[in-house]
């Protein structure tokens, strides 16, 4: 079956670097995402990642893959005030997206 | 380009009314899915149109339909509604497939409908 786990709150300080970690169950998916969402929008594609890595780098997001765990993390470095989200975890298969319940993030100046 | 768009953004209607949900892809696109949020379900795929065709449908009672245009643009439908489907609708499309491509299954949401049921 399909399930995607995320812990639901991360409070942080500004500037310190934020970790959120996912867990997936599907071990045939081959794509992973990270999405961000403020309030009353919609969901922003932050970065995404192939099953055949194990680490992504985009300026300040580094997505980490560990696929035998079936773990997902996205770090995001100098965390910023502008950073307050929510963020998804999601696996995607045939035009079908599973998301995990998603993890608040709240960065205090 | 411009994004997915959804409207209207906003909607309010009553109990037992019936309700159509618009979503305009990214121009190109061909895939579009559907998804329900809500802050007791979180977000939930209700179906994926390509090539005017549903090709993959999630566990939603009957009320719940859509359809997809020659244009790739795509409705939702939703009969009968209950106070229970008050939720944010997102719609979101996907590039074509391309061999060799590293994209195709990216989904790019639009903003959604907010919808609620009195």
Redesign the interface.
Known sequence: GEDVEQSLFLSVREGDSSVINCTYTDSSS??L?W?KQEPG?????LT?I?SNMDMKQDQRLTVLLNKKDKHLSLRIADTQTGDSAIY?CAE???????????TTLTVKP | KAGVTQTPRYLIKTRGQQVTLSCSPISGHRSVSWYQQTPGQGLQFLFEYFSETQRNKGNFPGRFSGRQFSNSRSEMNVSTLELGDSALYLCASSPPPNPGSTTKNIQYFGAGTRLSVL
Do not use: E, N
């Open positions: 081959t794509y995402y999405y929008a919609g969901l922003q594609l995404y192939f998804f995607t298969r045939a035009g079908k997206s599973t998301f995990g319940d998603g």
